[in-house]
């Protein structure tokens, strides 16, 4: 009902409990910088009611519970400009959210969706075969959650553009299973991303092929807070029983280096190539990379992490009967954290930081390992040649014959016997920068 401009809703107050009408301005979007008062009778109590900006909601309060009201009616005026917007949605539009949760499989997606209550499915029109979950948590936080088309880098970066356009999320969670690395992280534990490491990159000569790394940065504000959330009443969450059969195991939480590619990998050669490199490499896994390199080329970018259960251990005794254990303890951790720690009020985080890149500063020490594990991936014999010629060594004179490993090891130890080590390390830089950051974890 509207009287001389005003709009008018008749509900109980939240300061008094009584009875009575609430005036309020007619809102006018088109101004947000219009305060919008909001009045009882009854009590006199004054609520003022202000958007910023769009949907944003800022709400000052008068009265002795003040601080509960606000709560109460920031979450209810953020849910009616949810509402309000989702027509806009099924037509192609967008709306809001605070936390986008993704992931690769369906069976993920449900062991998340299955420990939130008064999910929405949305559909949306424009040129898109997204289908999306969406609701509010009592704090007035909004979660987006929804499933790529298919496991890997593509399908994931994918998604992620997708859902930016559609709901501009302020974070983004990668949430999911994933292969173990690490001899203390057990069946079902959880790893949370500090780096992520693309491994798929990579040169392939007469010798074989040799990555090239992409490492990309989680967001530490958002990790800190994920890694220091000390309850453990999430664990009631997780109905999925574990397949040893085992019962009162607490799930650990880890955090370190994620490997990330296109491969599902099970074997222990190739997981144990990967790790003799990233010797802090905690978990592999197909997505998260993708996720990253989507959001470091995306401007005003959400912050982002990753929380993984672990349900294998990348090795040939690979299977899927941790599968739907893992997933659920991940989910179940997940939408705990979001539900006790996340609030509408938390500010967005700066983009991912990718290394290598120029700007990274110089290591103040390269150990000899990383040295000739760098010089064997990025460089050639061809190229090889010319860099010792800069360096002012005759390359026929390296001990090694034709094999180029052999070559690269005699050459660290005649450049380290005349002290010029130094020398070489800072021509390798200035050749390929960032190389030799990529390979000390």
């Not at 509900?11 to 009575?20: A, D, I, L």
């Not at 003022?48 to 519970?65: D, R």
């Amino acid at each position: 009902m509207t009287k001389q401009g005003k709009r008018e809703i008749s509900f109980r107050c939240p300061q008094c409990n009584g009875s009575g009408i609430i005036a309020v301005d007619k809102i006018d979007k088109s101004q947000p910088s219009r305060p919008h008062l909001v009045r009882c009778p009854r009590c006199a109590g004054s609520v003022t009611v202000n958007f910023p900006s769009g949907e944003e909601v800022e709400i000052s309060v008068n009265g002795a519970i003040s601080d509960e009201v606000e709560r109460v009616l920031t979450s209810a005026y953020t849910r009616i400009a949810q509402l309000h917007s989702k027509k806009n949605v099924e037509k192609g539009g967008s709306m809001k959210a605070d936390v986008a949760v993704l992931t690769a499989l369906p069976m993920e997606l449900e062991a998340f969706l299955r420990h939130g209550t008064s999910w929405e499915r949305i559909e949306t029109e424009k040129g898109s075969i997204r289908t999306y979950y969406q609701r509010t948590t009592e704090t007035g936080v909004s979660v987006v959650a929804a499933c790529a088309s298919g496991m890997g880098q593509l399908n994931a970066a994918l998604l992620t553009r997708d859902i930016i356009d559609v709901w501009s999320p302020k974070k983004l969670i990668l949430v999911g299973i994933a292969g173990g690395l690490r001899r203390e992280i057990s069946l079902g534990d959880i790893v949370v991303s500090d780096q992520i490491v693309d491994y798929e990159l990579g040169k392939v000569t007469s010798f074989g092929a040799n990555p090239r790394w992409s490492v990309y940065r989680s967001d530490a504000l958002l990790r800190d807070r994920i890694e220091n959330y000390r309850s453990l009443e999430w664990l009631s969450r997780v109905s999925t029983a574990r397949p040893d059969g085992k019962q009162n195991i607490i799930p650990k939480i880890h955090s370190g280096v994620v490997l990330s590619g296109n491969k599902v990998i099970a074997d222990e050669k190739t997981a144990g190539a990967l790790r003799s490199v990233w010797t802090r490499a905690a978990a592999i896994e197909m997505e998260a990379s993708g996720i990253a390199a989507a959001l470091y080329q995306t401007s005003d970018s959400p912050s982002f992490v990753m929380i993984k259960g672990i349900c294998d251990r990348a090795d040939s005794k690979k299977d899927d009967r941790w599968q739907a254990y893992a997933a659920d303890v991940a989910g179940a951790f997940t939408m705990a954290f979001i539900l006790d720690k996340l609030h509408p009020s938390d500010t967005k985080a700066p983009k991912p930081e990718k290394v290598p890149v120029t700007s990274v500063p110089s290591l103040p020490s390269v150990d000899f390992r990383a040295i000739r594990l760098a010089l064997s991936s990025a460089f050639d014999l061809r190229e090889l040649k010319i860099l010792s010629s800069d360096l002012g060594v005759d390359w026929d004179n390296i001990a090694g014959g034709d094999v180029k490993d052999e070559k690269i090891v005699e050459l660290l130890w005649y450049m380290k016997r005349r002290n010029n080590l130094n020398k070489l390390i800072d021509a390798v830089k200035q050749e390929r920068p960032g190389l030799l950051d990529a390979y000390v974890p």
